[in-house]
Structures are given as C-alpha cells and as structure tokens.
Nanobody, 123 residues
Framework: HVQLVESGGGSVQTGGSLRLSCRVS????????WEWFRQAPGKEREGVAT????????YADSFIEGRFIVSQDTAKNTLFLQMNSPKPEDTAMYYC?????????????????WGQGTQVTVS
C-alpha cells in the first residue's frame, strides 16, 4: 500500500514561485505513474503534470508546461511540482496521486493512491 503526503503549499504572490513536495512511502511497483492534480473551489479535480513510468514528464497543456516543472528524487522517494510565475487561476488544493502501470493517464479513477492535499493560494 502506497502512502503519499504533500507539503509546501501556502500563499504566494503572482510572479513568485512555490515548490510542492510529495513524500512517497510503502511498496511501489517498478512501473508506476505519478500525477499532480488540483481542484479549485467549485471546479472539478484536474490533472496538471505527470511523471510517466519511464520517468519522463508531461503536462496538461502548454500554459502549464511553460511555468511548472514536475520532477522526482527517487533516492528520497519524493515528487516535486515547481510552480514558477503562478497566477490567481492556479489557486487550488493540489494533490499527488499514484497508480501502478506502464501507461499513464489523467483520469482520476485510474489512480488509487492519493495524498491529503496541500492548499496553494495565489494573489
């Protein structure tokens, strides 16, 4: 069973930066997908950035890709989401999630391991 714990959220001004962390514990299959999701008030939860099973990153869209960087430190069992130049529309609860498998997706129902979330507020 995989446990995920996010940290690093908080308040940040537009144009600043923030780095979210997600500590992973428990047994992780050799092929695993990691996703950062976010949910803004009144909106559905959406995928933001993926660490694919081969370790490569993908992003939900070019707007995200130009500002956010997803990465992992396998030695420390930690995932990161570096948020550069955040905007008020990035305000949301951010979650990391994981699922076993070779092929990754942004479908919420595919992911069976979730963290509790960390709040990001951009003003």
């Amino acid at each position: 069973h995989v446990q995920l714990v996010e940290s690093g959220g908080g308040s940040v001004q537009t144009g600043g930066s923030l780095r979210l962390s997600c500590r992973v514990s428990g047994y992780v299959h050799s092929n695993y997908c990691w996703e950062w999701f976010r949910q803004a008030p009144g909106k559905e939860r959406e995928g933001v950035a993926t660490i694919n099973s081969d370790g490569s990153p993908t992003y939900a869209d070019s707007f995200i890709e130009g500002r956010f960087i997803v990465s992992q430190d396998t030695a420390k069992n930690t995932l990161f989401l570096q948020m550069n130049s955040p905007k008020p529309e990035d305000t949301a609860m951010y979650y990391c999630a994981g699922k076993a498998g070779l092929y990754c997706s942004r479908w919420l129902s595919d992911y069976n391991s979730w963290g509790q979330g960390t709040q990001v507020t951009v003003s």
